[in-house]
Nanobody, 127 residues
Framework: QLQLVESGGDLVQSGGSLRLSCAASGFPVDYYSIGWFRQAPGKEREGVVCISDTGARTTYYIDSVKGRFTIARDNAKQAVYLQMNNLKPEDTADYYC???????????????????WGQGTQVTVSS
């Protein structure tokens, strides 16, 4: 069974950078499109960005992260990364990765489109 584990979350000052990792096991990660989601304290979970199974397409679901967040995959390492630059306090959240097999990323965020989910990693951005 496909399993996902996130890592890389930390406490960082505003303007700093973090790279989150989503490590896959159980099946080759190149079968799956991978989406990143986040949930801020007291708020609902929201989609952030998704990369297609081939890596050819990136879909952003939040305008505020465009130009700051990038997603990439390294199938040889069975991992997908979220590079977050110029972090802001409003980026504070628990971040999750999720997988959808044999399909591209959805054009609009759909949580039920994804099957396997990780347990999350915490990102805190101070002022």
């Amino acid at each position: 069974q496909l399993q996902l584990v996130e890592s890389g979350g930390d406490l960082v000052q505003s303007g700093g950078s973090l790279r989150l990792s989503c490590a896959a096991s159980g099946f080759p990660v190149d079968y799956y499109s991978i989406g990143w989601f986040r949930q801020a304290p007291g708020k609902e979970r929201e989609g952030v960005v998704c990369i297609s199974d081939t890596g050819a397409r990136t879909t952003y679901y939040i305008d505020s992260v465009k130009g700051r967040f990038t997603i990439a995959r390294d199938n040889a390492k069975q991992a997908v990364y979220l590079q977050m630059n110029n972090l802001k306090p409003e980026d504070t959240a628990d971040y999750y990765c999720a997988a959808r097999g044999f399909a591209d990323c959805p054009s609009t965020v759909q949580e039920n489109y994804f099957g396997a989910w990780g347990q999350g990693t915490q990102v805190t951005v101070s002022s």
